[in-house]
């Protein structure tokens, strides 16, 4: 790859990092706020939840040191997010709806950044989407996880993976075509929120499995 490309593509990395790490860390810091955790809770909550999608990215593509090893003012980041939210959370009338909208940000920022990174690091279309659905929502599940949450990634009717699986393949349409690369991110990150949003204004879903009772035999 053209090594000016790569050094163009690094700082649409580097801005999307520091935006999903910094939306990402909020949402934590309110799940910590749910639990009534002490700061120390609320630092941890917010770190996993900042750097632990991008975590795991990098290690399924073998990117070792992981990427707030490299920027380990990420972590700084998360921990001023948390700080923020430990004194501002009881002014807010709904901390989970805050949390529902942020977390939406978050996955629109999220999912173009480990589309990129993958992109950068010379992944094929089915990893270009997985690396993308990874990265938005490994850390949101770790928080609620841990935050004693029921995770959203699993709620039904939350539409969360189909987000993140529209918003990566909105992107990878995009790059196919030959759209420039800046506007196939915002494509992929506005595809990404809206649908997101749709969930949470409309009630967009899809059907959920029902089984069939029984055939009654008698």
Same mark, same amino acid.
């Given at each position: 790859?053209?090594?000016?490309?790569?050094?163009?593509?690094?700082?649409?990395?580097?801005?999307?990092?520091?935006?999903?790490?910094?939306?990402?860390?909020?949402?934590?810091?309110?799940?910590?706020?749910?639990?009534?955790?002490?700061?120390?809770?609320?630092?941890?909550?917010?770190?996993?939840?900042?750097?632990?999608?991008?975590?795991?990215?990098?290690?399924?593509?073998?990117?070792?040191?992981?990427?707030?090893?490299?920027?380990?003012?990420?972590?700084?980041?998360?921990?001023?997010?948390?700080?923020?939210?430990?004194?501002?959370?009881?002014?807010?009338?709904?901390?989970?709806?805050?949390?529902?909208?942020?977390?939406? =940000?978050?996955?629109?920022?999220?999912?173009?950044?480990?589309?990129?990174?993958?992109?950068?690091?010379?992944?094929?279309?089915?990893?270009?989407? =997985?690396?993308?659905? =990874?990265?938005?929502?490994?850390?949101?599940?770790?928080?609620?996880?841990?935050?004693?949450?029921?995770?959203?990634?699993?709620?039904?009717?939350?539409?969360?993976?189909?987000?993140?699986?529209?918003?990566?393949?909105?992107?990878?349409?995009?790059?196919?075509?030959?759209?420039?690369?800046?506007?196939?991110?915002?494509?992929?990150?506005?595809?990404?929120?809206?649908?997101?949003?749709?969930?949470?204004?409309?009630?967009?879903?899809?059907?959920?499995?029902?089984?069939?009772?029984?055939?009654?035999?008698?």
């Amino acid at each position: 790859m053209n090594p000016d490309l790569v050094t163009a593509l690094g700082g649409h990395v580097w801005a999307l990092d520091y935006g999903s790490v910094l939306v990402f860390a909020l949402t934590g810091a309110l799940v910590a706020s749910r639990a009534q955790l002490d700061i120390i809770g609320f630092l941890f909550l917010a770190a996993l939840t900042a750097v632990g999608g991008g975590t795991v990215r990098d290690m399924v593509l073998g990117r070792t040191p992981v990427f707030w090893v490299v920027q380990p003012e990420l972590i700084l980041t998360a921990a001023a997010a948390a700080i923020f939210v430990y004194w501002t959370a009881p002014m807010l009338e709904s901390r989970y709806r805050w949390l529902l909208w942020l977390d939406a =940000i978050a996955l629109a920022v999220a999912v173009p950044a480990g589309f990129d990174v993958a992109l950068i690091n010379g992944n094929g279309p089915i990893i270009l989407v =997985i690396c993308g659905i =990874i990265t938005g929502t490994m850390g949101g599940l770790m928080r609620d996880v841990v935050g004693n949450e029921v995770p959203l990634v699993l709620k039904s009717g939350e539409l969360y993976l189909t987000c993140a699986f529209g918003g990566a393949v909105v992107a990878l349409i995009l790059v196919s075509l030959g759209v420039p690369r800046p506007l196939a991110l915002i494509g992929c990150g506005a595809t990404t929120f809206l649908m997101r949003a749709g969930t949470l204004i409309w009630g967009w879903s899809l059907p959920v499995y029902r089984p069939r009772p029984p055939r009654d035999r008698g």
